[in-house]
């Protein structure tokens, strides 16, 4: 792995049962995340995806293309946009730091608006044993 | 209502023990869509040297605490920022997790109508044997709009 190396990019959608799901496991019970008419009095368009729920995603998207055992151990998300649920989302990380065993990776999870709805960077501790590639 | 009592930055608040079970990392790992059977099979988890299922890394989350001194949360309106998370000893079922949480900082400024609050809120999480399990900074933004004026209003 050298500095620069991208992962992905990988794409997902967020159902809303998927929402409701990540509401009951989280324990977070914010009507913005299920309930339209609530979320409108408050100005948004509707139902929007728990930050929190985002950041679960890119760093699943990032594990899963490392080698097993690898542990994320510090993390940082900006949230910037709202994102809807059915949303075409797309997870991307780039490689901008190596310091054996740890890679430092800049992610973002992009919506179908202009601009990124979450930037961050996340680094991962690597398993002991051969590096991948 | 939101109220903010700058003389408590800092004050921990009491600690709080979070029993971690195996269907709730179970149910958070399948509501990111998770397929690791580090997160779902106790016999994989335990053949990888963990404890027992091992949770999410953004599991640790859903065990900090709101409830900090000199705050109380509006009913709506807060607005998730940011978000850090450190992760230290991993998280198993069946561990026994301390949790507490103190705001390390508040920022105010008038807005359109009304007024901005900037608050980043700290939760540290322990090890039942004393080993940080998770450090977590939120960076909450709270608006607060004043009604607006009232034309018969004297």
């Known amino acids: 792995m050298q500095i620069g190396d991208e992962l992905g990019p990988f794409t997902v959608r967020v159902t809303r049962e998927q929402l409701v799901r990540y509401a009951g496991a989280a324990d977070d019970y914010n009507p913005i995340h299920y309930d339209d008419e609530v979320a409108r009095a408050l100005g948004l368009p509707g139902v929007i995806v728990h930050g929190m729920l985002n950041m679960g995603l890119i760093a699943r998207f990032i594990l899963e293309a490392l080698p097993p055992l690898t542990a994320v151990v510090d993390y940082h998300v900006r949230f910037r946009q709202m994102v809807r649920p059915h949303e075409l989302l797309t997870i991307r990380a780039s490689v901008s730091g190596i310091e054996d065993p740890f890679v430092d990776f800049e992610v973002t999870l992009q919506g179908e608006q202009a601009r990124p709805a979450v930037t961050g960077r996340l680094r991962v501790r690597l398993p002991a044993g051969p590096t991948p590639r | ?154």
């Open chain 2, 1 to 154: 209502m939101f109220r903010i009592d700058r003389e408590c930055l800092g004050e921990h608040s009491l600690p709080e023990t979070r029993e971690v079970e195996r269907g709730a990392i179970r149910k958070f790992a399948q509501a990111l869509g998770l397929a690791n059977p580090l997160h779902f099979s106790s016999e994989a988890a335990r053949a990888a040297g963990f404890r027992d299922l091992l949770a999410p890394p953004t599991f640790a989350i859903t065990l900090l605490s709101w409830n900090v001194p000199g705050v109380q949360w509006p009913a709506e309106g807060v607005i998730h920022g940011e978000q850090t998370l450190r992760l230290g000893e991993p998280i198993c079922a069946g561990d026994v997790i301390t949790v507490s949480g103190w705001v390390d900082d508040v920022k105010s400024r008038r807005a359109a109508r009304g007024s901005m609050h900037i608050v980043s809120l700290v939760s540290q999480g322990f090890h039942q044997w004393g080993q940080e399990a998770f450090w977590a900074k939120a960076v909450l933004i709270v608006t607060e709009n004043e009604e607006a004026p009232h034309a018969d209003r004297r």
